[in-house]
């Protein structure tokens, strides 16, 4: 059975960093793709970042680039999002997820944690 643990949310302040935890067991993840994604109270869950195993590529939303890195470690199926210079409207439940890759979809969640991020 697939399952995904995510952990490391919490509160912080404007400008202050967290990093998010995503464990994962149940399946071989080197074919596959994880990815973290957001929703914020009264809007849709939104992409956020995603990290190919195979090739160690990574993707990032517009509204994260240059500030928040994905990254994973193969041998302890962990993927972690580093999430610096946080801003208000990163507030919002982030979900890390998995897919196959080179399928669009996403197969696997996990439950969430939540990221508050104060004024």
């Known amino acids: 059975q697939v399952q995904l643990v995510e952990s490391g949310g919490g509160l912080v302040q404007a400008g202050g960093s967290l990093r998010l935890s995503c464990a994962a067991s149940g399946r071989t993840f080197s074919s596959y793709a994880m990815g973290w994604f957001r929703q914020a109270p009264g809007k849709e869950r939104e992409f956020v970042a995603i990290i190919i195993w195979s090739s160690g590529g990574t993707y990032y939303a517009d509204t994260v680039q240059g500030r928040f890195t994905i990254s994973g470690d193969n041998a302890k199926n962990m993927v972690y999002l580093q999430m610096n210079s946080q801003k208000p409207e990163d507030t919002a439940v982030y979900y890390c997820?998995?897919?196959?890759?080179?399928?669009?979809?996403?197969?696997?969640w996990g439950q969430g944690t939540q990221v508050t991020v104060s004024s």
């Open positions: 997820a998995s897919r196959p890759a080179g399928k669009p979809t996403y197969d696997y």
